[in-house]
């Protein structure tokens, strides 16, 4: 009889750091983030939505070309429709057919939904390419780009097929920002306003004087508060880069239990950033009605979401025929362990508590009254 072997393989993962830089024209450095990734670098995956790339492709490929590198274009439709196994196919085989080589990287330039799909592709393509994150939404710019989450969409579950492909580097040039239509401004706040509610009340208070002239503040405006609220988001991930921890990561769940589960009942006709603004509208009800927090709590934060211009009118959501759609959303939370969903409570403004509830508890909570 053979006896027992046991091997033990170390795995390194000291080599996942990422740099996030943040400033008008940063986007000027692409090249060296992408050489300093990829040293035999020949051709470069740029992958973009239409809007986008009509917007402000021209100057990346052209800054590319001008490096010498060969880009390989690949665009796709605009929405979050996008975030599919098809849509990723049709990636990975654009940058097969072009002779894409293990060597070589790519570049995301969009919102959210292309940083998702153009991550979660170069994190399968040759088991993995360094990919620079051009985050051109402010909610991409705030939330989606840092942090390593990659994934499309499946069989209606949002975010079911990912992986965590940490960005070679991610390029945050608020000058981008200048052609986002007023309704993405405004639906970006919503996460920046999580991550102060979270974390810390000196960003809250800095929002809220910028809130009265949020759709129209000029991109130098808003890059401050941008880099602020990724400084947030990053001290929050470098701390817990796999969401491993019960107080690490999970907190940036804030507003997203209902939030999602909005999302989901409206079949994603309401967008992400109002649903998390009904999300955190939410969570401030929940903690002041189990007694966690005062009622001030909930009060600042409706004035706030409402001056910026976020919705904050949560009671259709919790009455028939809406409620059942919610309920069912909500029963799918794909955080739950259990029957028990963790939810996150504020006791106050960067005060973050984790209490874990059955579905019918939340919902009990902030029924309307
Ligand atoms: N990976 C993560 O950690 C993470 C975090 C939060 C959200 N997300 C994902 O992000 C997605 C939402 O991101 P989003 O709100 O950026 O959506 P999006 O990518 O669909 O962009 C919204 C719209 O804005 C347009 N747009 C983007 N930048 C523009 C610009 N500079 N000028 C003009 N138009 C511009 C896009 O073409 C699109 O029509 C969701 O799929 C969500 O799941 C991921
Ligand atoms: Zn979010």
Known sequence: MTALVSIQVPVPTASQGYVVRVGLGVAEEIVTHLRRAAPALQRVAVVSDTNVFALHGSGVVQRLHDAGLET????????????????????????????????????????????????????????????????TSLLAQVDASVGGKVAIDHDGAKNLLGAFHFPAAVLVD??????????????GAA???????????EHLDAIARCAPRWASAA?????????????LKAACVAADPF?????????????????HAIEAASAYTVGHGDAVAL???????????????????????GALLRTIGLPTELDPWLAEPQLARVRAAL?????RAGDMITYIALADVAVPQTVRLGADAVLEAIAPR
């Not at 029963?331 to 955080?335: E, N, T, V, Y």
Request: glycine share 10%; proline share 6%.
């Open 72 to 135: 390989v274009v690949h665009t796709i439709a605009p929405g979050e429709a996008s975030k599919s196994p098809a849509v990723l196919l049709a990636c990975l085989q654009a940058w097969a057919a072009a002779g894409l080589a293990r060597s070589d990287a790519a570049v995301a330039l969009g919102g959210g939904v292309v940083g998702d799909l153009a991550g979660l592709a170069a994190h399968l393509y040759m088991r993995g390419i360094p990919i620079v994150q051009c985050p």
């Open 174 to 187: 608020p000058t981008w920002l200048a052609t986002l239509p007023a309704e993405g401004r405004i639906a």
């Open 191 to 201: 996460e920046m306003v999580k991550h102060a509610l979270l974390f810390s009340r």
């Open 219 to 231: 991109p130098a405006e808003l890059a401050e508060l941008v880099a602020s609220s990724i400084a």
């Open 243 to 259: 969401e491993r921890s019960p107080s690490g990561r999970v907190l940036l769940n804030l507003g997203h239990t209902v939030g």
């Open 279 to 301: 999300g955190l509208v939410a969570a401030a009800r929940l903690s002041v009605r189990r007694g966690l927090a005062p009622a001030r709590l909930a009060d600042e934060l």
């Open 331 to 335: 029963g799918h939370d794909k955080k």
